[in-house]
């Protein structure tokens, strides 16, 4: 993924600041619905990835989604692309078609179209732009639509960090990632009362989770994903006692999506 998005060279962005506005307004990320051309560079890494995910424990599964990607059976372009506007249900029912496991498909195409998404909120969003994600004020992401994959608390910060494309936003008050929920059982709890700056937020309301993560500085792309490992035991505490991390936000039921994606 590092050599991906060294690859990829100065990030792009196709999006006009004023459309991204209206979105925001409607709570449409600014990836939505907009046609990105995928780079050769990710097409590439697709296989190495494959391989990868086999030799690290998905096995045999993992080798015949490569095999059927070199093959063309999967088409690459195809599995980015959709991967790139977060089409969970398409990349679903296209793996059980084909007879191969929806998640480790989903998984393949997410790391390997990740750098695209990366450099794209940074040449959408980054500095000189105009456009500040902190204008944002939803648990999702106002890039891609993606649910934070951490808390990143520091001395004087509590970021969300988006777990496709890294972004860094805040909310405007402290409440439940995916419901809003600020009440009485809306809470932070340490897993570990040995490590403290490492805690989950825990919402009774929908029983969902979010990892608190105590750091002293941004981590970065794409190295969000090894923090995340590293701090499985936080998933664990929370899901044994009947917490989860829910699907993607249902933004089709803001706006439909455009034949493009």
Known sequence: MLDAATALGEPSAPLEPSATAEKWRKGLPALRNEAVAIPAELKRILPPI??????????????????AIASGDIDADSLLRVSLARNQK?????????????????????LASAPLANALQQGALGPGTGMHANAWNRGYCPFC?????????????????????????ALASRRCVYCANDGSDFVTAAIDVRAPERRVE????????????????????????????????????????????????????????????
């Not at 494959?50 to 490569?66: K, N, P, R, V, Y």
């Not at 398409?90 to 997410?110: C, K, N, Q, Y």
């Not at 520091?154 to 496709?164: F, V």
């Not at 794409?222 to 249902?250: C, H, K, V």
Request: net charge negative.
């Open 202 to 261: 825990l919402c009774g309301r929908c029983s969902s989770y979010t990892k608190v993560i105590g750091v002293s500085g941004a981590t970065p792309f794409p190295l969000l994903a090894i923090l995340d490992l590293a701090t499985m035991n936080l998933d664990q505490g929370a899901m044994s006692r009947g917490y989860r991390r829910p699907e993607l936000f249902d933004l089709d039921a803001i706006e439909p999506r455009s034949n493009a994606c």
């Open 145 to 169: 639509g993606s649910w934070p994959v951490f808390i990143e608390a520091g001395i004087d910060a509590y970021t969300l960090r988006c777990s496709y494309c890294a972004l860094e936003w």
């Open 90 to 110: 398409a990349i679903r029912t296209s793996a059980l078609h084909m007879g191969f496991s929806p998640d480790l498909v989903w998984l393949i195409g997410e």
């Open 50 to 67: 494959c391989t990868a995910l086999a030799e690290g424990g998905a096995g045999d599964s993992a080798f015949h989604i490569g095999e």
